[in-house]
């Protein structure tokens, strides 16, 4: 415990004007284009690039490590150090960690065979079918408080593996998922990409992908990325690292930093 309470104590006081002593480690998982082990196992990708932008703004070191999700969400639990590079905000996970501000998004949508002759414009029209998502999922919560009740007119899978094999048997008519790991998650399931086809936009589901840190690491750390991140996107070089990545940039209405950062930005001595 008196280990533990020192090495809190140190990192609070270390020479954090010019960079951190030990240096942060920035970990997501291996999800090409955004962030990925390249040919020689370094950590690549745009939000990558756009994370070091942040860091050099910010005047702080930092490492990057690309692993497994379910390892990556457990060195951010358990990391003092660790922040994670792309994360969805639930509201589980809205008290577990601070949130810095958005990196990118990832849209959700009802996704069907291709040649499906089933459409809907709504998702209230949607009910009149079968849609799978993963149990535990925020997506399995946010269809059933729409309506949608397991067992009648909800599937839920324990793997997005079973998931996409449940579609392509047509025993559900739509998978709900985003579109960050559609052709990936296919891909890795034994499926072509093109075989399937985005049925509905699923605009009201929180889309937002958040640059996330272990509540350990001090305020005033946290503090100088949320702002570096503001600055990045102010000055272009946010949009500009998107644009050589042929990526799209987030909508306006979702570039606001979330609510429990806003007293990062306050200026307070760094």
């Not at 905000?89 to 069907?112: C, E, I, M, N, P």
């Amino acid at each position: 415990m008196r280990s533990t309470l020192y090495m809190f104590i140190s990192l609070l006081f270390l020479g954090v004007k010019h960079g951190y002593a030990q240096p942060l480690v920035f970990v997501a998982e291996d999800l090409p284009p955004y962030h990925f082990s390249d040919k020689n196992g370094n950590a690549a990708g745009a939000l990558v690039d756009i994370t070091k932008a942040v860091l050099h703004e910010a005047q702080l070191q930092g490492q990057f490590e690309i692993m497994p999700m379910a390892r990556a969400y457990h060195e951010l639990q358990n990391n003092p150090l660790a922040l994670m590079m792309s994360l969805l905000k639930t509201s589980s996970r809205a008290s577990q960690f601070t949130w810095l501000g958005q990196l990118y998004f990832a849209d959700a949508y009802l996704v069907s065979l291709k040649g499906s002759p089933h459409h809907v414009s709504t998702l209230n029209d949607a009910q009149q079918f079968r849609v799978g998502t993963i149990r535990g999922y925020s997506s399995a919560r946010y269809l059933q408080s729409a309506g949608f009740v397991e067992d009648k007119n909800l599937l839920l899978a324990s793997h997005y593996q079973q998931l996409w094999h449940v579609l392509f048997k047509r025993r559900v008519d739509f998978v709900m998922t985003n579109t960050l790991t559609l052709e990936k998650e296919l891909k890795n399931s034994g499926y072509s990409a093109l075989k399937v086809e985005k049925k509905l936009h699923i605009t009201h589901f929180p889309s937002a992908l958040h640059l996330v840190a272990n509540k350990q690491i001090p305020n005033n750390i946290c503090q100088r990325l949320a702002i570096a991140l503001q600055s990045i996107k102010k000055k272009g070089l946010y949009q500009q690292i998107l644009a050589r990545w042929k990526l799209k940039a987030p909508p306006k209405k979702m570039t606001n930093p979330p609510s429990n950062t806003q007293h990062l930005l306050q200026p307070v001595p760094i």
